[in-house]
T-cell receptor, first 114, second 110 residues
Framework: DAGVIQSPRHEVTEMGQEVTLRCKPISGHDYLFWYRQTMMRGLELLIYFNNNVPIDDSGMPEDRFSAKMPNASFSTLKIQPSEPRDSAVYFC????????????FGQGTRLTVV | GENVEQHPSTLSVQEGDSAVIKCTYSDSASNYFPWYKQELGKGPQLIIDIRSNVGEKKDQRIAVTLNKTAKHFSLHITETQPEDSAVYFCAAYSWGKFQFGAGTQVVVTP
């Protein structure tokens, strides 16, 4: 397996624009996680899915953030409208068994909102 | 909720020496403690983990110790090599919640 695949690797957008980040988890993994990494706040769990169903979205910072998982092989994280403080590296990760087991991270998407 | 504190924030070691990173957690119900290594431009990667029913675990040059009474756990890297240079994160899991520490930048100098 190629691992967790995220796209794009880099995204630069203007404030107010909609941003969509994409993730393909490892085949067979039932759990998918979205994390955000910043210097100020470190690694934060935003939301996670089990079998395509959102389980805990308490880490989503605001209503401007939304995540979907329409099928087992694809998930999106959307920010609408984007703001400069959303600039961060966003990671998608997947695992076969949940939060209390090894998570396999993608390469991340570096988002810059200007 | 769970609060994980990690120290030090940076660590410089001579090649061949040992490195130790310490984390404390607040929730006594925490029962899973992984350590991740993140190299520049990459996502974190698990290097070792420990569950609350074990006090120590070793994998070649890497070991983790857990003190449930004191609520702290540590990562030990022996015989450090330049490729050990990276950012290391501890984390703790408790009742459906997962929290990372702030990270430790480790630099191994030849």
């Amino acid at each position: 397996d190629a691992g967790v695949i995220q796209s794009p690797r880099h995204e630069v957008t203007e404030m107010g624009q909609e941003v969509t980040l994409r993730c393909k988890p490892i085949s067979g993994h039932d759990y998918l996680f979205w994390y955000r990494q910043t210097m100020m706040r470190g690694l934060e769990l935003l939301i996670y899915f089990n079998n395509n169903v959102p389980i805990d979205d308490s880490g989503m910072p605001e209503d401007r953030f939304s995540a979907k998982m329409p099928n087992a092989s694809f998930s999106t994280l959307k920010i609408q409208p984007s703001e400069p403080r959303d600039s961060a590296v966003y990671f998608c990760a997947s695992s076969p068994e949940g939060l209390n087991t090894e998570a396999f991270f993608g390469q991340g998407t570096r988002l810059t909102v200007v | 909720g769970e609060n994980v504190e990690q120290h030090p924030s940076t660590l410089s070691v001579q090649e061949g020496d040992s490195a130790v990173i310490k984390c404390t957690y607040s929730d006594s119900a925490s029962n899973y403690f992984p350590w991740y290594k993140q190299e520049l431009g990459k996502g974190p990667q698990l290097i070792i983990d420990i569950r609350s029913n074990v006090g120590e675990k070793k994998d070649q040059r890497i070991a983790v110790t857990l003190n449930k009474t004191a609520k702290h756990f540590s990562l030990h890297i022996t015989e450090t090599q330049p490729e050990d240079s990276a950012v290391y994160f501890c984390a703790a899991y408790s009742w459906g919640k997962f929290q990372f520490g702030a990270g430790t930048q480790v630099v191994v100098t030849p």
